[in-house]
């Protein structure tokens, strides 16, 4: 799996694909007690490393933190405070920094939601060590300039936002600003939440893709996302989906160089 550096500011290095938990995890807890662990095993295994969560996905913290008792060195930890609440934003923090053996790798406020006031609580966890990097997180275009202005007042080091064929928003103004800043970016959503994978081209279109060691249509719209050695995101990993071998050259019509390049 190839690394890269998650901006210039976090200090963390992280496996190009990661693995998101929305859903994931409690459908697979739904399959039976080993299918968690089993997940976990399998992303750790492929050194898809890096975990990301939110109280937003009902139980998905609290499984993923069990899953990884006894390895949680092994893991890079993303999970998100979300509440309007300062005192439910501490409780929040409390209860993931229980699971993830008092420490988070990339601690973001999920959707903007009271960023004011949850940063001043990262921030605190940061100077005690318990929190790596803080970021902040939004899945709507409406949301970009607000998120532009956290992005400038430099208390964030890494930004998670869609990003993929059908949702290309980010370009016209939060990838510049991140690589000019030297943010880490997470995208999340890289199938436009499975949209993309609906309809897939033949197989035999990819044949071009094969020199650059693309043979699956998810593993060309992941190598899509980062032509350059730009951002990272999170996804469950797909079989097959883990970029290798050279990287191809990006569309005419996008830019080479979006985000910052470790
Ligand atoms: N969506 C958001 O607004 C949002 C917001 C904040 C953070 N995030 C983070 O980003 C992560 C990923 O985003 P996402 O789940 O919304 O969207 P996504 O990764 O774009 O799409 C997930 C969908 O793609 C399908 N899929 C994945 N690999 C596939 C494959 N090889 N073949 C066929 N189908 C495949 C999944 O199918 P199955 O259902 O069969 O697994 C699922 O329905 C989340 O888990 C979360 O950590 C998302």
Not at 47 to 76: C, H, I, K, V, W
Not at 193 to 221: K, M, N
């Amino acid at each position: 799996m190839e690394r890269r550096g998650l901006g210039y500011k976090t200090g963390l290095e992280v496996p190009a694909v990661g693995v998101g938990t929305w859903r994931v995890l409690e459908r697979a807890a739904a399959r039976g007690r080993r299918a968690v662990p089993d997940l976990v095993d399998a992303a750790l295994d492929a050194g898809a490393n890096l975990f990301d969560s939110s109280p937003m996905y009902g139980e998905a913290e609290r499984l993923l933190g069990q899953a990884l008792n006894g390895r949680r060195e092994q893991a890079l930890v993303a999970t998100k405070i979300w509440t309007p609440s300062a005192e439910e934003g501490a409780r929040q923090a409390e209860r993931a920094l229980g699971w993830f053996g008092g420490h988070v790798d990339l601690y973001q406020v999920h959707n903007l939601v009271a960023w004011r006031e949850h940063l001043h609580l990262l921030e605190r966890l940061r100077a005690e060590g318990r929190v790596s990097a803080i970021g902040v997180t939004h899945y709507a275009p409406s949301a970009f300039d607000e998120l532009a202005k956290v992005m400038h007042d430099g208390r964030v080091q890494a930004v998670q936002v869609p990003y993929n064929p059908l949702e290309r928003e980010v370009e016209r103004e939060i990838l510049p600003l991140a690589a000019d800043l030297g943010l880490g970016v997470v995208v999340m959503r890289p199938f436009a939440e499975g949209a993309l994978l609906r309809r897939q081209p033949d197989p035999g279109a990819l044949e071009p893709l094969e020199a650059y060691g693309i043979t699956s249509w998810p593993q060309a719209l992941l190598r899509w996302i980062s032509p350059t050695r730009a951002a990272t995101w999170s996804s469950p990993p797909a079989p097959g989906s883990t970029p290798s071998g050279p990287t191809p050259p990006p569309p005419a019509d996008r830019p080479s160089t979006t985000t910052p390049d470790p």
